[in-house]
């Protein structure tokens, strides 16, 4: 699924839950990086509530990704204007088909004319939930995007979420490399092998064999997943995204890097309604602000420095 020649990053936003900003931060990111000049397609991808285009004021455009999978129309035809300076938008409300309904082969050619279109980041809005065909969606990008808000159920479905894709990407592997035995023998023996999750099932195998340590190593070379938090209203909600860090590693064994937040802004809810772009139209709210820093973060692969800010005091009171 790699093209080369292509100097393309491609970007997949997701979460455990619907309600939590999905759309918001995709449509937002995608703005950020076409003012800085960047070319940039947004492809919605949340087939049974595609709505990424009310953001931008339109309504539902004339072709979908219905229309590349039923009448067969290359994916760099369907993308509309969205009113705003190198930002491209592919709609994905396709009535009755959702993700579930989209086959291998069918996936597989999405996937293949997503590498091929014509840009320098493609943002992939995803809907919530773990199907497979949202997991190898969210495997597919170069930067992998979680959006949360700080609430326990969210936070709750986030780490499922983020779960189900280590697992799932741990199956390619196993996979890949023939493995799928050892892990199903050492799984079976666990209490033997002392494993009692997948961080430690993991470390068991990586100590096991001298070839297996290069072939994780090699395989999550730059595996990291990106969190932002949502509609965060305090100081305590900001530092959320910490814990998660912490809980992810204990947890997981796995890196993910507190990317940024945005706080709970009237203006937000206002512009949703009003169906304007928001970094165009509010161009004075903190909010901006806060999505310039973590499209800034995402595209560095860095995180907020939150020890620092707690240290000099310069963490925002929102409240």
């Not at 938008?89 to 989209?102: A, K, N, V």
């Not at 990106?226 to 910490?242: A, P, S, W, Y």
């Amino acid at each position: 699924m790699e093209n080369p020649a292509k100097n393309c990053k491609v970007w997949a936003v997701a979460g455990g839950k619907g309600g939590t900003g999905k759309s918001f931060i995709t449509s937002s990111a995608g703005t950020c990086l076409a003012l800085k000049g960047s070319k940039t397609i947004l492809l919605d991808a949340d087939l049974g509530g595609a709505n990424l285009h009310s953001f931008f004021g339109l309504n539902r455009p004339r072709y979908s990704l219905s229309d590349f999978f039923d009448k067969k129309i290359p994916l760099q035809d369907i993308i509309v204007h969205s009113g705003i300076a190198n930002l491209g938008l592919i709609t994905g409300s396709i009535g009755s088909l959702d993700s579930e309904g989209i086959n291998f082969a069918q996936k597989q050619k999405l996937f293949r004319h997503i590498r091929a279109l014509d840009a320098e980041h493609i943002l992939i809005d995803l809907g919530g939930g773990t199907h497979i065909n949202t997991l190898d969606t969210f495997l597919l990008a170069d930067k992998m995007i979680v959006v949360t808000v700080p609430e326990v159920t969210a936070l709750e479905n986030m780490y499922h979420f983020i779960k189900s894709v280590y697992f799932r990407k741990m199956k390619f592997i196993f996979k890949t490399y023939n493995l799928s035995a050892t892990i199903q023998d050492t799984w079976k023996n666990r209490a033997s092998c002392n494993v009692r999750n997948l961080k430690e099932l993991i470390a068991h195998l990586r100590e096991s064999s001298d070839h297996i340590r290069e072939i994780f190593d090699r395989e999550m070379s730059g595996f990291v997943v990106h969190i932002v938090l949502n509609q965060v209203r305090t100081t305590k909600d900001i530092l959320v995204g910490e814990n998660l860090k912490s809980v992810c590693m204990n947890f997981l064994g796995l890196p993910v890097a507190y990317s940024g937040y945005c706080r709970q802004d009237e203006a937000v809810h206002d512009n949703i309604n009003s169906k304007e772009p928001f970094l165009i139209f509010n161009r004075t709210s903190p909010v901006v602000k806060e999505i310039k820093t973590l499209t800034e973060n995402i595209i560095a692969g860095t995180h907020l420095s939150m020890r620092k800010d707690l240290a000099n005091g310069s963490l925002p009171e929102i409240l």
